[in-house]
């Protein structure tokens, strides 16, 4: 059961998505929902200490806090409409190193929900994602920036390739698989086959959780793993994806797979992703 969620909280737009979203989420189960935002410190560039006007360092500080605080405003006052249990935080931290605060945050909750990376921002929110997930333990909703609805449950896609962190990411989503009108089991058609992989031993799973789930092999033909599940999110009218999250942890140093990174990329539904 979803009862404790944690998203990040954001000032650059004047419509903090990912929050809304974190929110429809905790009043479909009833959850409580904390919203963290990071005061950044200024960034100083390589070789500049000392020749950086105090003025400007100062300016910066005031423009993070002044998002900071904006946002924890807007995330408020939508909890209260929305008459959610609610708490704020603002965090100082360092913009690589806010990526790991989240994730170890994030240990202490049973969901994290964050932004989906826009280009124009940088990569900070590229490693809000990849530190959520591969620090905290826990599953993360990633919410498209072009999401304008809240969760929504009429069909949702479980990807399945039989290995380990899709299987965390099915077990991890099943609160949500239960509340789902349709649930495909995705799986992209490979020359090997096994019982695993075919699905029906993870089909018989959710059967004895009460989902009722469909098996849809979809042959690759020549497209990337990320290309075929998109295009059946597409086709499908699909409302949310559930997968593994695949790449590595080094340190502070967070490497994110190809297919993982081409659905967040391109991604046009939220993305429950374990790892």
Not at 1 to 24: E, H, R, T, W
Not at 234 to 263: C, K, N, P, Q, W
């Amino acid at each position: 059961m979803i009862k404790d969620i944690v998203v990040n909280l954001s000032g650059k737009d004047p419509q903090d998505f990912a929050a809304d979203y974190a929110i429809s989420v905790a009043t479909t189960f009833g959850a409580h929902v904390a919203g963290i935002a990071f005061l950044y410190e200024p960034v100083i560039p390589d070789g500049t200490l000392g020749g950086v006007p105090v003025d400007l360092i100062e300016l910066q500080r005031e423009e993070s806090s002044k998002a900071a605080k904006a946002a924890v405003s807007r995330f408020e006052a939508a909890a209260k409409t929305a008459a959610v249990s609610a708490e704020t935080r603002i965090i100082d931290a360092t913009l690589g190193g806010a990526a790991t605060v989240l994730g170890r945050i994030a240990r202490r909750f049973d969901l994290a929900v964050v932004a989906q990376a826009q280009r124009e921002h940088g990569a900070s929110e590229e490693l809000m994602i990849e530190g959520a997930l591969f620090e905290s333990g826990r599953p993360i909703i990633v919410v498209p920036y072009i999401q304008k609805r809240g969760l929504a449950l009429e069909r949702v896609i479980a990807c399945w390739d039989g290995g380990r962190t899709a299987a965390r990411a099915i077990a991890d989503a099943m609160p949500l698989l239960e509340r789902a009108k349709a649930v495909d089991i995705v799986i992209i058609a490979e020359e090997r086959k096994n019982d695993e992989i075919s699905g029906a031993t993870m089909s018989e799973h959710l059967a004895r959780h009460g989902v009722t789930a469909s098996i849809k092999r979809i042959a690759r033909g020549g497209l990337g793993v990320e290309d075929v599940i998109l295009d059946y999110v597409a086709d499908s009218g699909a409302d949310l994806v559930v997968m593994g999250g695949y790449g590595h942890s080094r340190l502070r140093e967070f490497i994110l797979g190809g297919a993982t990174r081409g659905i967040l990329a391109a991604m046009t539904v939220p993305v429950l992703m374990s790892h």
